[in-house]
């Protein structure tokens, strides 16, 4: 039981650090990556789909992305979703492709975008402890049902413990990367 409750909480709170990832990775820095536009939704006959499912997603360079439709009429739809997302980017349309340069990052602009991700850090650590409560209290369960004795909960408290801090680490290692690669100009 408690190498089961063990288990799922690790990877409970190893899915925790991916939705951060996930997060930190749309969060625009000055050089471009095809995984900013992932979360941008094209209307596609009457129903919204990720943009990478009615087109092609390239890097043309370190600052420019390039779209191509697979449907030429889908252009005009794409360019207009890129343009409406909350992402700040303005594609040009180049007939057969879409251009859309990374904008260079102001400082103040970096500093905002430093917020932000301290703020997505936050509320992975929140999720964190979070199960480790969760985990800590269906121990205590266990103990008043005496389906485990107290010094059993008291190494599984301190199992998950060292595993929340472990998890606390690596979310604060991906927050100071994150942070670093915001404010290289």
Do not use: C, F
């Not at 650090?17 to 992932?38: F, M, N, Q, S, Y």
């Not at 439709?69 to 409406?84: S, T, V």
């Not at 209290?137 to 909960?153: G, H, M």
């Amino acid at each position: 039981m408690i190498a089961e409750l063990k288990k799922t909480t690790e990877q409970k709170m190893h899915k925790s650090i991916e939705v951060l990832k996930a997060d930190l990775a749309k969060v625009r820095t000055g050089r471009a990556h095809t995984g900013l536009l992932d979360h941008v939704m094209v209307e596609y006959y009457g129903s919204p789909v990720p943009i990478n499912q009615v087109a092609n997603v390239t890097l043309v360079d370190a600052r420019t992305i390039g779209v191509q439709a697979w449907e030429k009429p889908m252009l005009a739809k794409i360019e207009k979703a890129i343009r409406e997302s909350d992402l700040g980017l303005n594609p040009a349309n180049m007939g057969e492709i879409l251009r859309v340069p990374m904008p260079a990052l102001t400082e103040e602009r970096r500093r905002d975008l430093t917020k932000v991700v301290r703020h997505e850090g936050e509320t992975a650590k929140v999720a964190v402890r979070n199960l480790r409560r969760d985990a800590n209290q269906q121990l205590k369960d266990a103990v008043k049902d005496k389906t485990i004795s107290e010094d059993d909960e008291r190494r599984a408290q301190d199992d998950i413990q060292k595993l929340t801090d472990k998890n606390i680490a690596e979310i604060d290692k991906l927050l100071a990367q994150k942070e670093q690669e915001l404010m290289q100009i």
